[in-house]
């Protein structure tokens, strides 16, 4: 279902004709920017007062529009396109030609799954925060709130697998889930292989990582980013269409999202690849166990530089924890684990850290400026609010990953070591 409406701008008085499409979701918040003068105009349905903010509504407008004024087409869950009014060319009639039906029954299924999923965001929440808290009592009560999570016992091995349950079916919407069934299964493989081919540096490795809290720290990064993800359901809707559609000119096409904006999810990107970072360690320390049977060792000519200088940061494992994002992934030699280099942008994440971007609400464009320029600024790229989004969906699928590769040490942990975690 479609509602056109017309709106009249606070700030400039500029009429916009207002195309909505409708999705299934109970509450449906919209925003976007006065094409003239990039005022916010904000309204939702699905609640009693509509919070109209920013415009108000014409009320004697009788469609069909005619031209004459600016035209914005919404739509929640799916990419919305600029451009002039067509009637009866809908966000929702073009997604399913594009689509297929196929692709489309399949999206649709995703989107389905997420109305059901998101109100459950703050027993997600419980449940982890009772976790990291140790408190199983509490954890017990909130994990079985979410659909498909039983708590067998209260043994470790058992609430770790209620855990990963939870953030599993959580994030399921969000991710492909043929691919975490499959590095699920190799992860605890994998971590087998090497009990039995490097059984006492692999010993050494994990208890290192116990020692020092690294992978309990590293865990309960990972699981913050799970609850923040499914509270952010709303502008991640429309980037699930990609997986479905040629990705490949992503960054020209100008799709637009019809919620939110995009420093309300700036602080994402950085936090997730902050915690990237961090499981950039943890890979590098199993992809040298498996290359040279020591999580220490890095591939020998990685070790000097092209002048022959000692490289110190590739001494141990814990000297390599220090490097930053951009220069990790040169020094893990052909990883065990394909990461998606779609997902990782350093000069994004830089850009982003040193509050060095501007973002246009009425194009969706962010221009960044990662270089040090001293005090101009001069250099820039720029990324579509769409395209930034897909990045960051496509950088959680990562952690989600990496993360499944961390259960797999862990129940190592528990199962076979028989460790407190
Ligand atoms: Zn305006």
């Known amino acids: 279902m479609n509602i056109c409406k017309c709106f009249q701008c606070n700030t400039c008085g500029t009429q916009i004709d207002c195309r909505i499409g409708m999705s299934n979701r109970d509450v449906q918040p919209f925003q976007f920017a006065c094409p003239q003068c990039e005022e916010r105009i904000s309204f939702v349905f699905g609640t009693q007062n509509g919070e109209l903010t920013g415009a108000s509504e014409v009320e004697d407008f009788k469609g069909p529009f005619t031209g004459a004024n600016p035209f914005v087409d919404l739509h929640l869950d799916f990419p919305a396109y600029y451009g002039e009014?067509?009637?009866g060319m809908t966000t929702f009639l073009r997604v399913t030609r594009e689509l297929g039906q196929a692709g489309y029954q399949h999206l649709n299924q995703r989107l389905t799954m997420l109305n059901v999923l998101y109100p459950l965001e703050k027993e997600l929440r419980s449940t982890i925060t009772?976790?990291?808290?140790?408190?199983i009592e509490n954890f017990s009560k909130t994990c079985v709130k979410i659909p498909g999570v039983a708590l067998k016992s209260r043994k470790k091995q058992d609430v770790l697998a209620a855990l990963f349950?939870?953030?599993?079916?959580?994030?399921?919407?969000?991710?492909?889930h043929e691919h975490n069934s499959e590095i699920s299964s190799k992860s605890s493989e994998l971590f087998m292989w090497l009990h039995q081919q490097h059984r006492d540096k692999t010993i050494h490795f994990v208890e290192e990582i116990l020692g020092n809290n690294f992978l309990k720290n590293l865990h309960n990064d990972c699981l913050s980013l799970y609850p923040k993800l499914v509270s952010m359901d709303l502008p991640f809707r429309p980037a699930f269409f990609y997986d479905y559609a040629d990705t490949e000119h992503l960054g020209q096409i100008p799709a637009r999202l019809s919620t939110a904006d995009f420093e309300a999810c700036s602080n994402f990107y950085k936090d997730l690849a902050e915690v990237f970072a961090r499981q950039l360690t943890f890979l590098a320390g199993v992809n040298n166990l498996i290359k040279r049977g020591d999580s220490d060792?890095?591939?020998?000519?990685?070790?000097?530089?092209?002048?022959?200088k000692v490289r110190p940061e590739l001494e141990s494992l814990n000297s390599f924890a220090?490097?930053?994002l951009g220069s990790k992934l040169a020094f893990i030699d052909d990883c065990f684990y394909r990461v998606d280099m779609n997902a990782v942008d350093n000069k994004l994440r830089n850009g982003i850290a040193h509050y060095k971007y501007e973002y246009k609400e009425s194009t969706q464009t962010v221009t960044y400026y990662p270089s040090k320029e001293g005090m101009s600024r001069e250099k820039y790229h720029e990324i579509s609010f769409m395209a930034f989004i897909r990045k960051s969906l496509l950088l959680f699928r990562e952690i989600h990953s990496v993360n499944h590769i961390m259960k797999a040490a862990l129940f190592y942990c528990v199962l076979v070591l028989d460790k407190e975690i």
């Open 322 to 324: 220090n490097v930053d």
């Open 297 to 308: 060792l890095f591939e020998s000519t990685m070790k000097v530089t092209k002048a022959q």
């Open 130 to 135: 009772q976790y990291k808290r140790g408190d």
């Open 165 to 176: 349950t939870s953030t599993s079916v959580m994030s399921s919407p969000f991710t492909i």
């Open 85 to 87: 009014y067509q009637m």
